[in-house]
């Protein structure tokens, strides 16, 4: 179990690692300083800080996505539809990113061929397979909308209809500050929208459809759990955000101010990434009897997966 455990945090660790990289290299495509940016990157956002640092697709889709902006400003469109797909293959929301990509290839660019719109349907189709494949092979396969349901009023609704209902302090957990950093976050990606749409940035106009896509959706569809996971489930729209608040305020910032700026979000980052693990384990553990009591049924070598709900009522007090 350790070395799986190892295994896995460098599944997060080295995705997360390159995608540094490849930021970095696509603030350099777009005529940014990239070094500060970079590290904004890096530390600006407490939540990608928590997904980097312990097991979770992100990092992985992460990578994917920037690669995908790379190659589409490159105009390289099958790379760009390739690595898209292989986002949607690591983390399925990236689907979302495929309006943005559209938006500027068939409206910026004017490039309506049919050529061209067989190739932007790509990541639908692998998304398709995918989904075929698992009803296939799993029984009883649960489909986006059922798994979700916990996450998810999967009907439609007012956006931030539940982020309104939930913006009361009491409801949310007290150990560490997942409240303030839910509705900052909210304000920071609504305002980078209009911001990113200036006359002058047509070229990256689709950094805005890139950010409302993801935002708009997941609070269109949000629960109430949904509402405390907001940070993560918009995730990926960190990156595009970023790049829209650098270019309108980032030349405008003295050296001195964002390297100020850097280290008060890593000291913050950190402290919230480490408060969210220990609160993740007390609930897995010490709050929750059950979900102690589950874990130690499951067999650490060969896990059953899919009797999975079988085993959680064998696991159930009588």
């Known amino acids: 179990m350790v070395r799986l455990g190892g295994a896995l945090?460098?599944?997060s660790w080295i995705p997360a690692a390159l995608a540094v990289g490849l930021f970095y290299q696509l603030c350099r495509e777009l005529r940014i300083e990239a070094f500060w940016p970079s590290v904004l990157f890096i530390f600006g956002n407490p939540r990608w800080i928590a997904l980097s640092a312990t097991p979770h697709p992100e990092p992985l889709a992460m990578l994917f996505v920037i690669a995908m902006l790379?190659?589409?400003l490159r105009n390289r469109l099958i790379w760009c539809v390739i690595l898209l797909s292989l986002a949607v293959l690591t983390r399925y929301p990236a689907?979302?990113?495929?309006l943005p990509i559209a938006f500027g290839t068939l409206l910026m660019r004017r490039d309506r061929s049919p050529r061209t719109i067989a190739i932007l349907s790509i990541p639908l189709v692998v998304f398709g397979l995918l989904n075929l494949y698992l009803y296939l092979h799993i029984p009883d396969f649960a489909g986006i909308a059922e798994a979700h349901k916990v996450f998810w009023v999967t009907g439609p609704s007012w956006p931030f209809a539940e982020l309104w209902r939930n913006a009361a302090r009491w409801i949310w957990p007290k150990d560490y500050p997942l409240f303030d950093v839910t509705y900052a976050s909210v304000l920071f990606y609504v305002a980078m929208i209009p911001l990113g749409c200036r006359p002058s940035e047509r070229r990256v106009w689709l950094l805005s459809v890139w950010v409302a896509t993801i935002v708009l959706f997941h609070v269109s569809l949000s629960g109430i759990l949904g509402t405390w996971d907001f940070t993560r489930l918009v995730v990926l729209a960190w990156p595009a955000a970023l790049l829209i608040?650098?270019?309108?305020?980032?030349t405008r910032m003295h050296t001195t101010?964002?390297?100020a700026l850097c280290l008060l979000a890593l000291l913050f980052g950190c402290w919230f990434a480490n408060a969210q693990l220990r609160n993740v384990l007390d609930f897995q553990t010490t709050s929750?009897?059950?979900l102690e009591r589950k874990i130690r049924t499951l067999d650490s070598n060969r896990p059953d997966w899919i009797n999975f709900r079988a085993r959680i009522r064998q696991a159930r007090p009588s």
């Open 257 to 259: 101010g964002v390297a």
């Open 95 to 98: 689907l979302l990113l495929g």
């Open 245 to 250: 608040f650098w270019r309108v305020f980032g």
């Open 70 to 72: 790379i190659a589409y």
């Open 288 to 290: 929750q009897p059950f």
């Open 9 to 11: 945090l460098l599944a």
